[in-house]
C-alpha cells in the first residue's frame, strides 16, 4: 500500500481545484494541441463579425471564413455593400469542434462550456477592436456575445444591447442557408441575410 492509497486519495491527481476542472471545460481540439484560428481583420474596423466556429477548412487554412460558409458570406457581404476587408472577422469558439466518421471531420455545435472557455478571448478581440457595431452571426454567436440564449428567428435584423452597451445586430449563420434544401426558400434566406447586413450599414460609416 503506497501511502497514497493508505491516505485514501489513490489515482487522484494531487491537482489545484480549478485545473482538476479543466479537462471538462476544455475543448478537445485544445487539448489535442491544435492552433487556434484567431480573428482577422483592421483593428480599427468599425464593424466586427462574429461566427461560430472555425470549420474543417479554416482549422487547416487558420482563417476563420475561408471555407463554403465563408465563401458564401463573402457574396452576402458584396451584395450588402460591405467591405470584408474592412471588417474585423472571427468566430465565438476558437477550435473547429467535430467528430472523426471515416476521413470526415463533422462539424458538431459548440455547447455552453465551449463558449463560456473562449468567452474571454473574444471579450479582448471586442475591447481591442473597438467596433462601433457587431454582428451576431447564429446562435452560438449571439449567445457568447449576449450572455444568454436568444431565438435568433424572432430577433433577426433586430439590434441588441451586448457588453458594455455595445450595438450587437443579430442574423442567421451562413452555414444555416447553405443546410436548406428547398431552393426556393434557400434564395429567400439569403436575401433575408443580405438585407440583415445591410441594416448594420446603418450603424457604421
Ligand atoms: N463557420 C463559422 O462560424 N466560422 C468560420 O470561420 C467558418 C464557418
Redesign the pocket.
Given at each position: 500500500e503506497t501511502p497514497a492509497e493508505a491516505r485514501g486519495d489513490a489515482g487522484r491527481a494531487r491537482r489545484p481545484a480549478d485545473h482538476a476542472a479543466l479537462p471538462e471545460v476544455i475543448p478537445a481540439a485544445w487539448a489535442e494541441g491544435r492552433a487556434p484560428?484567431l480573428g482577422e481583420g483592421p483593428l480599427d474596423a468599425a464593424l466586427m463579425l462574429v461566427?461560430?466556429?472555425?470549420?474543417d477548412e479554416?482549422d487547416r487554412g487558420g482563417r476563420?471564413?475561408?471555407?463554403p460558409?465563408?465563401r458564401l458570406l463573402d457574396r452576402a457581404l458584396v451584395e450588402a455593400g460591405i467591405d470584408r476587408a474592412a471588417c474585423y472577422v472571427t468566430?465565438a469558439v476558437k477550435h473547429f469542434k467535430y467528430v472523426q466518421r471515416g476521413p470526415r471531420r463533422l462539424h458538431q455545435t459548440p455547447d455552453a462550456g465551449d463558449i463560456a472557455h473562449y468567452r474571454p478571448f473574444l471579450m479582448r478581440e471586442i475591447v481591442h477592436v473597438a467596433p462601433g457595431l457587431l454582428v451576431a452571426?447564429?446562435a452560438t454567436a449571439a449567445q457568447a456575445l449576449l450572455g444568454r440564449k436568444v431565438g435568433i428567428m424572432k430577433l433577426r435584423g433586430q439590434v441588441l444591447s451586448g457588453p458594455g452597451g455595445m450595438p450587437i445586430l443579430l442574423t442567421v449563420?451562413?452555414?444555416f442557408l447553405l443546410r436548406l434544401p428547398d431552393p426556393e426558400a434557400k434564395r429567400a434566406e439569403y436575401a433575408h441575410f443580405v438585407q440583415d447586413l445591410g441594416a448594420a450599414l446603418r450603424w457604421v460609416p
Amino acid at each position: 500500500e503506497t501511502p497514497a492509497e493508505a491516505r485514501g486519495d489513490a489515482g487522484r491527481a494531487r491537482r489545484p481545484a480549478d485545473h482538476a476542472a479543466l479537462p471538462e471545460v476544455i475543448p478537445a481540439a485544445w487539448a489535442e494541441g491544435r492552433a487556434p484560428v484567431l480573428g482577422e481583420g483592421p483593428l480599427d474596423a468599425a464593424l466586427m463579425l462574429v461566427g461560430e466556429q472555425p470549420g474543417d477548412e479554416e482549422d487547416r487554412g487558420g482563417r476563420p471564413f475561408i471555407g463554403p460558409a465563408g465563401r458564401l458570406l463573402d457574396r452576402a457581404l458584396v451584395e450588402a455593400g460591405i467591405d470584408r476587408a474592412a471588417c474585423y472577422v472571427t468566430n465565438a469558439v476558437k477550435h473547429f469542434k467535430y467528430v472523426q466518421r471515416g476521413p470526415r471531420r463533422l462539424h458538431q455545435t459548440p455547447d455552453a462550456g465551449d463558449i463560456a472557455h473562449y468567452r474571454p478571448f473574444l471579450m479582448r478581440e471586442i475591447v481591442h477592436v473597438a467596433p462601433g457595431l457587431l454582428v451576431a452571426m447564429g446562435a452560438t454567436a449571439a449567445q457568447a456575445l449576449l450572455g444568454r440564449k436568444v431565438g435568433i428567428m424572432k430577433l433577426r435584423g433586430q439590434v441588441l444591447s451586448g457588453p458594455g452597451g455595445m450595438p450587437i445586430l443579430l442574423t442567421v449563420h451562413p452555414s444555416f442557408l447553405l443546410r436548406l434544401p428547398d431552393p426556393e426558400a434557400k434564395r429567400a434566406e439569403y436575401a433575408h441575410f443580405v438585407q440583415d447586413l445591410g441594416a448594420a450599414l446603418r450603424w457604421v460609416p
